[in-house]
């Protein structure tokens, strides 16, 4: 069976992504790769951007990069998506992880742009400025999540009860009686 499976390391993609769209933690990329059976698993993360990530690609790898970068116009951050297939990378691995780019996608939604490099010198923050210049600019940075101004904070009327406060001692004497 050839389908991506999110399942298995789920909790680690996610808190993965999770960092490298905060702004607020220092890491800012994370390579996935494959495991057996096809589950996509975290394979490193880091802090050193770009320059760092790039080091994590393998002639023998099919992976999956994303990476936290400044964008080109207003220096807040952005996110892309690297699909890296190496050149030593046999035809049936290539066509099936092909085929699991749509739900890599949509895993990592976030990721304003995609690059797919087909050499090393491919990568590079100009090449990510320039993929980053063709998508329009988010209109706010992803990782602040604000409620609007038209919609009300639902709150709640609960408040604990104290037995001992609420019932009367002789009624709950007559209660344990009919029992």
């Known amino acids: 069976m050839n389908a991506l499976n999110l399942d298995t390391y789920g909790l ?14 220092s ?4 390579v996935f790769t494959y495991e057996r059976k096809w589950s996509l698993k ?22 999956y990069g994303l990476c936290r970068v400044p964008d080109p116009h ?17 035809a049936p691995r290539k066509e099936i992880s092909a085929q699991h780019l749509p739900a890599i996608r949509r895993f990592f939604k976030e990721a304003s742009a ?14 990510v400025t320039l993929a980053l210049s063709k998508v329009p ?18 709150g709640t009327n609960y408040t604990k009860t104290n037995p001992a406060i609420e019932m009367k001692f002789s009624m ?3 209660f344990w009686q009919r029992k």
């Open 42 to 63: 975290l394979m490193d993360s880091g802090v050193g951007g770009l320059e760092e990530l790039t080091k994590k690609f393998s002639k023998n790898l099919v992976l």
């Open 12 to 25: 680690s993609l996610i808190t993965a992504k999770e960092d490298i769209l905060n702004d607020r933690i």
């Open 137 to 154: 600019r988010p209109a706010r940075s992803f990782h602040r999540r604000r409620i609007p101004a038209s919609h009300e904070v639902v």
């Open 114 to 127: 995609m690059l797919r490099p087909q050499r090393m010198e491919d990568i590079s923050q100009e090449a």
């Open 27 to 30: 890491t800012d990329w994370a």
């Open 74 to 90: 207003t220096q807040g951050p952005r996110c892309v998506l690297i699909y890296w297939v190496g050149e030593n990378v046999d």
């Open 172 to 174: 709950r004497d007559s």
